[in-house]
C-alpha cells in the first residue's frame, strides 16, 4: 500500500503562508487534497479564509482546524487523531497540507510521522520554509514582530521561550525547500545577499524559490519525495537535547484478555496509568458480559472514548486486545500488568 504524501508548510506570521497554500488549492489541477490548519488566537492561516476556494480540490470537509495551540506542542492531543481520522476515510485525500503556526517547531512534528499508526500510511513528501523577504531585507522575521511577542505571550502552550532568531533558524534547517515570498518588495541584490544569509542555515541541496504573493507551482511544492521523517538526524534543531520537543522513538504493545463484566474498572485503571507513565494512546477491542456488539475503546492523551461497534461474529472468540503506545522507555510491565488484572488474564510472556 503506498503512503500519502504530506507536505508541512511552516514560516512566520506574515509571511504569506495562507496565499501560497489558496494559490496551491487552486492550482492543483484535479488532485484530492487535505489541509489541516495549525492556529490559535490570530496567528496562523484563518481557516475561513481557505474554505472553499478550490471545491473540487480540497471542500470544506477536507479543511481542518486545530486551535488548541503549537502543533508542536500538542502532537499526541491533536495532530494524530487528525490525521488518523483522514488516513481511515473510505476515500482518502491523495495529498495532505499540514499548515503549522508562524511560532511551531516542525521537527517535532516531521518525527510525530513515526508513529506506528501513521509510518505505513502516510510520508513526509517534504518540509516548506517560507520567508518573508521584506521582513528580512529590513532585519526583522516577521513583517510585525511585536505580533509574534503578543501571539507568544498570549498562548499558554508556547512553553518554549526560543528566542525568534532560534525559531527561524530551526525551519530552514528542517525545511527541504525555501520559499523567499515578496520578492517584489525587495530589489534583486537584496534578495542575493537574503539568499546568500539563508544558504548558512539550509541543508546542503536544499534550494530556495523566489516568489511574489505566493504563487509557487504545485509541482515545485509536492512531489519532493523527502521522506523527512527517516531523515531527522540530517535536521538539526536548537531543540534537540530538549524531550518536550524532541521525543525519543515509540514503544508499543498489546494486553489481551477475555470478557469484562463492567467498563468502569478499567476505564478507571487506564486513566490512572496514562496519569502515571508516558502513554500517549491505548487502542483496541473489549469484550464486555451480556453485549452482543464490540466495544472499540479510544484514549488519546487523558481523554478516553468508547463505544459499540458492530456484533461478535458466531465464530469469532470473544477476546479483548489493547494497544499500548508510548514513547521509548515505557514501564512496560507494570502497565500491562494492570491492565491484565482488569482483564481478568495472565500477563502475556515477552512483556518486558
Given at each position: 500500500m503506498s503512503r500519502i504524501p504530506t507536505t508541512v508548510i511552516t514560516g512566520f506570521l506574515g509571511a504569506g503562508k495562507t496565499t501560497l497554500i489558496r494559490h496551491l488549492l487552486q492550482n492543483a489541477k484535479g488532485r484530492r487534497l487535505a489541509l489541516i490548519v495549525n492556529e490559535f488566537g490570530d496567528v496562523g492561516v484563518d481557516g475561513e479564509l481557505l474554505k472553499g476556494c478550490n471545491d473540487a480540490a480540497c471542500p470544506d470537509e477536507d479543511v481542518v482546524e486545530l486551535a488548541n495551540g503549537c502543533i508542536c506542542c500538542t502532537v499526541a492531543d491533536d495532530f494524530l487523531p487528525t490525521m488518523l481520522k483522514l488516513l481511515d476515510r473510505p476515500n482518502p485525500p491523495e495529498h495532505i497540507i499540514i499548515e503549522t503556526s508562524g511560532l511551531a517547531l516542525p521537527k517535532p512534528l516531521v518525527k510525530a510521522f513515526q508513529w506506528p499508526e501513521i509510518r505505513t500510511r502516510a510520508t513526509v513528501d517534504g518540509v516548506v520554509a517560507l520567508i518573508d523577504a521584506d521582513a528580512v531585507a529590513a532585519g526583522r522575521f516577521a513583517t510585525d514582530e511585536a505580533a509574534l511577542a503578543l501571539a507568544r505571550a498570549a498562548d499558554p502552550s508556547l512553553d518554549h521561550d526560543s528566542p525568534l532568531e532560534e525559531l527561524f533558524e530551526d525551519q530552514l534547517a528542517c525545511a527541504d525547500l525555501v520559499v523567499l515570498n515578496k520578492t517584489d518588495l525587495v530589489d534583486g541584490d537584496a534578495l542575493a545577499r537574503i539568499e546568500g544569509s539563508l544558504s548558512a542555515d539550509t541543508r546542503a541541496g536544499v534550494k530556495i524559490v523566489r516568489a511574489d504573493h505566493g504563487a509557487v507551482d504545485?509541482?515545485?511544492?509536492?512531489?519532493?519525495?523527502?521522506?523527512?521523517?527517516?531523515d531527522l538526524d540530517a535536521r538539526p534543531s536548537h531543540h534537540?537535547?530538549?524531550?518536550?520537543?524532541?521525543?525519543?522513538?515509540?514503544?508499543?504493545?498489546?494486553?489481551?484478555?477475555?470478557?469484562?463484566?463492567?467498563?468502569?474498572?478499567?476505564?478507571?485503571?487506564?486513566?490512572?496509568?496514562?496519569?502515571?507513565?508516558?502513554?500517549?494512546?491505548?487502542?483496541?477491542?473489549v469484550a464486555v458480559g451480556g453485549r452482543s456488539a464490540r466495544l472499540v475503546i479510544q484514549a488519546v492523551g487523558p481523554r478516553i472514548q468508547q463505544h459499540f461497534d458492530r456484533a461478535w461474529k458466531a465464530d469469532e472468540p470473544r477476546v479483548s486486545q489493547l494497544v499500548v503506545i508510548g514513547q521509548t522507555g515505557l514501564d512496560q510491565r507494570a502497565i500491562a500488568l494492570a491492565l491484565a488484572a482488569e482483564l481478568g488474564t495472565e500477563l502475556a510472556a515477552g512483556i518486558a
Open positions: 504545485a509541482a515545485v511544492l509536492l512531489g519532493l519525495l523527502a521522506g523527512a521523517e527517516d534537540d537535547s530538549d524531550p518536550d520537543h524532541d521525543h525519543d522513538d515509540f514503544d508499543s504493545f498489546v494486553v489481551t484478555g477475555g470478557e469484562i463484566g463492567d467498563m468502569a474498572p478499567l476505564e478507571a485503571a487506564m486513566a490512572r496509568l496514562i496519569a502515571e507513565h508516558d502513554i500517549l494512546r491505548i487502542k483496541g477491542i
